[in-house]
């Protein structure tokens, strides 16, 4: 990490990590990076922490344990661990008060709801906002009861007076098949940019095609390395029990892009944009969820002119949420004849709300939109169709990205995605929300969103897309003896995206 982005916080829960050999450990460790290792309440096994104490370079905190305050402070950002929520409200003499971190972590916060009078309430929130009220700075609270994608804002009142709890869940992500590790970046505003990995894809099994089963037999038979594995020979490897031709085949071709961090091409069909003469055009939009009512922010990248635009609507409302999309098929109208646009899993979400926000909200441009502007998706090409084979533990643009090198720094670093989605949707719904009373919502958080952070958030999103669209224009097409039908790929559902 880039000195000043804020502290990575890797979240864990001890059964999702539990089969983890003594090497997918370490590359477990080497690939997250983190400042600090925080073992959630729920399941824990003092062996495994004990595991990790031993393999990592830094501070290891469990849930478990008596109940005190322990501090931590990592890459300029202070943490607070609270055994209970008790501690929080008034830490006897001898114990650090928490008030004093910019992060408070304490597993003993958590939503319950009443089913009869079907309102919500949050455990530990008294202990929380004293605390909070004692604070000069303003203090985000993370929990290990909640998954990692809970960001809510929660309202207490202390001697009289208003105090919000902005609530942050670290626990790994529950998804069909391994649970995903929570990795957060957090910064001294209470900023946190919440990424996830598969807990199943280090070591031998972030190959495509290898489990346990067959990890374990490429050990046995010699290849305990995903080096090893690349340099082997598919022959040598269709030796190994339960290993055949096609399986093979997809295993040498994972193995040499994550070991080289390179996209290995499985055709040699042509890269979009194909047209001849077309104007590539990389493009990201931002939204207020996976079902948007909103467009609030669109970035464009011209590698030709080596320009990047954004169109950008910092007044948000559901009266006009086509504001930014009319901006911006306006300019690409005056500025392309016949543009190339091309976009990360566009078919399935950037290129369908475009279509249906350029049809309601600049319906003077549909025909142009429809007839004139070509769309192209590179994850669909690479992923969907097998074209390529690509170097990240998923195939999320994010992590393709950083395996090839491109690293976010600064605010870009603090921020992501669907917290920014949750972000606009309270501004929104503004203070008429249901959930303010019941639930604490605060739509007075939403309208401290820092736009121009949002805004680079964005253009590296636009920037990483056009860095993996030119590692895979000048990955070297397959020849005939690397062709093959069929293979795996790691990620293909919308939600990873």
């Known amino acids: 990490m880039t000195a000043g982005d804020g502290a990575d916080l890797l979240a864990l829960r001890c059964d999702a990590v539990a089969e983890l050999t003594s090497a997918a450990l370490a590359d477990l460790l080497e690939y997250v990076d983190p400042d600090l290792v925080y073992v959630i309440r729920e399941a824990a096994d003092v062996r495994i922490v004990s595991r990790f104490r031993r393999a990592f370079d830094g501070p290891v905190v469990a849930a478990t344990g008596p109940a005190d305050v322990r501090l931590e402070t990592v890459a300029g950002v202070s943490f607070a661990f609270a055994g209970s929520a008790t501690l929080l409200a008034d830490p006897p003499d001898d114990v650090v008060d928490p008030s004093t971190a910019d992060f408070v972590v304490c597993d003993d916060i958590a939503p319950t709801t009443d089913p009869v009078a079907l309102e919500a309430t949050l455990a530990g929130r008294d202990g929380a906002a004293r605390c909070q009220s004692r604070g000069t700075e303003p203090t985000t609270v993370l929990t290990g009861a909640l998954e990692a994608s809970y960001d809510h804002v929660w309202t207490a009142t202390v001697d009289g007076e208003p105090v919000r709890l902005p609530v942050r869940g670290v626990a790994p992500l529950r998804r069909s098949g391994a649970a995903e590790l929570a990795c957060l970046t957090c910064n001294r505003t209470g900023s946190v940019a919440v990424s996830s990995v598969p807990a199943d894809r280090f070591g031998l099994q972030a190959l495509s095609g290898v489990g346990p089963t067959t990890a374990e037999r490429l050990r046995a038979n010699g290849y305990d390395t995903r080096a090893a ?115 990360w899993n566009g078919h399935a979400f950037d290129y369908e709300h475009l279509e ?64 920014l989605a949750k972000r606009i949707r309270r501004l929104l719904e503004g203070p008429s929300n249901a959930a303010d009373s019941s639930a604490g919502g605060d739509s007075a958080h939403a309208s401290t969103i820092d736009w121009e952070a949002a805004r680079r958030y964005c253009k590296a999103d636009v920037h990483e897309l056009a860095a993996v669209a030119d590692a895979i224009t000048a990955a070297e097409p397959a020849t005939d003896r690397d062709r093959t039908i069929g293979g795996e790929t790691t990620q293909t559902g919308l939600t990873d995206f």
């Open 229 to 343: 594995v690349a340099d082997a020979a598919a022959a040598d490897l269709r030796s190994v029990e339960g290993v055949g031709n096609s399986t093979a085949r997809a295993i040498a071709r994972s193995a040499r892009a994550l070991a080289a961090s390179r996209v290995v091409r499985r055709t040699d069909e042509p890269v979009p944009p194909a047209a001849e003469g077309a104007t590539p055009l990389f493009v990201d939009i931002e939204t207020d969820g996976l079902q948007p009512t909103i467009i609030w922010l669109i970035g464009v990248y011209d590698p030709e002119r080596d320009a990047y635009v954004d169109f950008v609507d910092t007044e948000p409302s559901r009266d006009d949420p086509g504001a930014a999309t009319r901006e911006f098929v306006s300019w690409l109208a005056a500025e392309y004849d016949a543009p190339s646009l091309i976009a």
């Open 356 to 419: 249906r926000f350029v049809a309601r909200y600049a319906p003077a441009y549909r025909e142009y939109w429809a007839e004139s502007v070509y769309r192209y998706d590179l994850y669909d090409w690479a992923v969907r169709r097998d074209n390529a084979v690509l170097p990240g533990r998923t195939n999320r643009l994010e992590d393709v990205a950083e395996a090839l090198g491109c690293e976010r720094s600064g605010p870009a670093a603090a921020l992501d995605g669907k917290s």
